[in-house]
């Protein structure tokens, strides 16, 4: 069964410091978007892309967060400067646009983000 | 606004046993769809079952069905002859009408040997 793949698993940073989360969608799949959840709480949406460009961000999805679909199958998430804060789980999701199982969101394993 | 709401942030039951988590939701779409999602202590995002608004059948997955009430927006999700598998926090989830899912606040279910 198709899935969506996370990269780092697991990355340790210090605060200030500049990463970048890797997701490889499902092929076929035109929707794309990262979650947020803090040990413990609920699963927040941070952004949702298509066709090239952001189509939504929430208010946690500020200047230092971005998105990029750089080679038409990778899509990153990149915190410029770390917070403390930003330690959590982060997940990658997807969707197709059309037909059966469009509206259902495959997400990856998660990537966990530990800030010091 | 669309929101999602989860009552029981923990439960607990008996291994075989039956357990019903709650969900209620607000929307003014009509035709929308509903999830639940089942995080294991691994922390990946599983699909469990999802109920169609304009279906009024309940949604069945082997073990796992939902009583989906449209009028009075309440999703809850059946799980019966529960197994120590079945541990996990479970989310309730409803897609945005710009196709974002939002998530309740989740309900940590513990299976008891």
């Known amino acids: 069964e198709p899935e969506v793949t996370q990269t780092p698993s697991h990355q340790v940073t210090q605060m200030g410091q500049e990463v970048i989360l890797r997701c490889v969608p499902i092929?076929?799949?035109?929707?794309f978007y990262w979650y947020r959840q803090i040990l413990g709480q609920k699963v927040e949406f941070l952004v949702s892309?298509?066709?090239?460009?952001?189509?939504?961000k929430s208010e946690i999805f500020d200047d230092q967060f971005s998105v990029e679909r750089p080679d038409g199958s990778n899509f990153t998430l990149k915190i410029r400067s770390t917070k403390l804060e930003d330690s959590a789980m982060y997940f990658c999701?997807?969707?197709?646009?059309?037909?059966?199982?469009?509206?259902?969101?495959?997400f990856g394993a998660g990537s966990r983000l530990t800030v010091l | 606004a669309q929101t999602v709401t989860q009552s029981q942030p923990e439960m607990s039951v008996q291994e075989a046993e039956t357990v019903t988590l709650s969900c209620t939701y607000d929307?003014?779409?009509?035709?929308?769809?509903l999830f639940w999602y089942k995080q294991p202590p691994s922390r990946q995002m599983i699909l469990v079952i999802r109920?169609?608004?304009?279906?009024?059948q309940n949604a069945t997955e082997n073990r796992f069905s939902v009583n989906f009430q449209k009028a009075a927006k309440s999703f809850s999700l059946k799980i019966s002859d529960s197994q120590l598998g079945d541990t996990a926090m479970y989310f309730c989830?409803?897609?945005?009408?710009?196709?974002?899912?939002?998530f309740g606040q989740g309900t940590t279910l513990q299976v008891k040997p």
């Open positions: 999701a997807s969707r197709r646009r059309e037909g059966r199982g469009a509206n259902v969101l495959t």
């Open positions: 989830a409803f897609p945005s009408n710009t196709g974002k899912l939002i």
């Open positions: 929307t003014s779409e009509n035709n929308y769809y």
């Open positions: 109920q169609e608004a304009y279906k009024q």
């Open positions: 892309f298509y066709n090239n460009e952001i189509s939504e």
């Open positions: 092929s076929n799949h035109l929707y």
